[in-house]
């Protein structure tokens, strides 16, 4: 059994105090799709039957260019004996993305945000880089020695787009959580070290707070820089000077509505969900989407069930008050507790946790697994929302992610067929698939050599 000594490295804890969706009946009479990307009425022409749209959907997904922005990885699967050219147990792998047709992927260097007496110190530091950067080496044995002759490393849009047209699968790396980048003596430098070594987006925190940002779990526990921290601001500067997109997924809303006030350049939101309909703090509420819009930039709706779907009021009170019964952080996430030691309880503790959340569970039970076509009515109200410039599609596979229809990357099309199903055209659905995540990427690329190109011109006067 896994020792969880760090709560705050546990993937994605799920949040306890929100608010319920709202009623399906209210969700059917959305008007999803606005009037400049509305997708063709299937009223506008003759019925396909299930055969001739199932038809459709394939061709479509054979000539898009489908990136999915946010896979985790386990480390133990990037060996000789075991890594991801094999079918291993594992979300995504090349086996799975050649049979889902899933093109590109971003595959993620993860930090969790460490609790401990020395996180924020040298030694703590020195523990988040290593991690990190043996990640790095994991995602390019992948590229270079486990695959080389069916995945390449992009390390731009126009890589990208060679690199599909070649017929391979197309690597790109992420890095969840700016911790490893460490302190004031070191951040700045390494934002061009991890360029470098393929980062082509960072988030400047995770489910805690980090010296670069607050964290979006702040609502619940509290804020350590109401926003960005000063060595943050310098952070998003120097992103923008070598073009690495800002990821603002797990950053707190504050976080978010400052980065976009210093950003140059478009940002992303890598894997988030809409907060209307799933009200969550991971998600974002319709003020952060419209700011995303008039930043130029794309939110990427993720396939994370929790983040479609949330508990009823009854069951989020229940769970409230477990936790402070049990002192449990709010960082805890519920589902780790029945496959990992908790600190701070003794085994006979939490046996009786887990006890009690069996009923809890019987009393208040957990909502059904949300869908694909969940997953696309977060789509469509973002869509309805912001255009269909601003919206992208992300899975957070192998890090709780995963839906009915959506499981893995060996399903990707079920994505494509509901987009389909809904009267996406082809060129909408490009879009979503990472049309408008290059977009950015370029525009990304393009305010850095403009910002490189001022510096040394600056510097030969």
């Given at each position: ?142 590229t270079t020695v486990f695959a080389p002759n069916q995945i390449e490393l992009a390390r731009s849009a126009a890589d990208v787009e060679r690199i599909h047209a070649k017929g391979k699968k197309v690597a790109l790396i992420g890095v969840e959580n700016g911790y490893p980048l460490g302190d004031e003596k070191t951040a700045v430098k390494r934002v ?270």
């Amino acid at each position: 059994m896994k020792n969880v000594s760090n709560l705050s490295n546990l993937r994605h804890p799920l949040k306890t105090c929100v608010v319920a969706l709202l009623a399906c009946g209210m969700l059917s009479g959305l008007a999803y799709a606005s009037e400049a990307a509305q997708p063709n009425p299937h009223s506008a022409a003759k019925p396909m039957s299930e055969a001739q749209l199932i038809a459709k959907a394939k061709a479509i997904h054979k000539h898009v260019l489908t990136i999915d922005t946010h896979n985790d990885i386990d480390i133990n699967n990037f060996a000789f004996s075991r890594n991801y050219s094999q079918d291993v147990d594992s979300q995504v792998n090349l086996p799975k993305m050649i049979a889902g047709g899933l093109d590109a992927s971003f595959f993620i260097v993860y930090t969790g945000q460490s609790s401990e007496p020395d996180a924020f110190e040298a030694a703590g530091y020195k523990k988040a880089y290593d991690s990190a950067i043996n990640m790095f080496e994991a995602i390019h044995r992948m590229t270079t020695v486990f695959a080389p002759n069916q995945i390449e490393l992009a390390r731009s849009a126009a890589d990208v787009e060679r690199i599909h047209a070649k017929g391979k699968k197309v690597a790109l790396i992420g890095v969840e959580n700016g911790y490893p980048l460490g302190d004031e003596k070191t951040a700045v430098k390494r934002v061009k070290q991890f360029y470098e070594r393929g980062a082509r987006y960072i988030s400047l925190a995770h489910q805690g707070h980090s010296q670069l940002s607050d964290s979006n779990t702040g609502e619940q526990s509290g804020w350590k820089w109401n926003g960005l921290s000063p060595l943050g601001k310098q952070v998003i500067s120097e992103m923008n000077r070598f073009g690495i997109m800002i990821d603002v997924s797990h950053p707190s809303k504050e976080s978010m509505l400052q980065t976009l006030k210093l950003s140059k350049a478009p940002i992303i939101a890598s894997h988030s969900a809409v907060r209307s309909l799933a009200d969550v703090s991971r998600n974002m509420d319709d003020e952060q989407m419209l700011a995303l819009k008039a930043n130029n930039g794309v939110i990427q709706i993720v396939g994370f069930s929790a983040y479609l779907k949330t508990d009823a009021p009854e069951r989020r009170i229940a769970q409230k008050a477990l936790r402070e019964e049990f002192k449990l952080p709010d960082t805890l996430w519920w589902q780790a507790i029945r496959h990992a030691n908790v600190p701070n309880l003794s085994d006979g503790q939490r046996e009786q946790l887990i006890i009690r959340l069996d009923a809890l569970d019987a009393a208040f039970p957990p909502p059904k697994r949300a869908t694909v076509k969940d997953l696309v009515d977060h789509i469509d109200y973002a869509v309805n929302k912001i255009g269909i410039d601003h919206v992208g599609i992300s899975s957070d596979f192998d890090g709780g992610g995963g839906i009915d229809g959506w499981n893995d990357a060996s399903e990707t099309f079920n994505v494509t067929l509901e987009l389909v199903r809904r009267g996406y055209t082809e060129k909408q659905i490009a879009q979503l698939w990472g049309g408008n995540l290059l977009r950015v990427m370029r525009d990304v690329e393009q305010v850095a050599a403009k910002i490189q190109a001022d510096e040394k011109k600056t510097a030969a006067k």
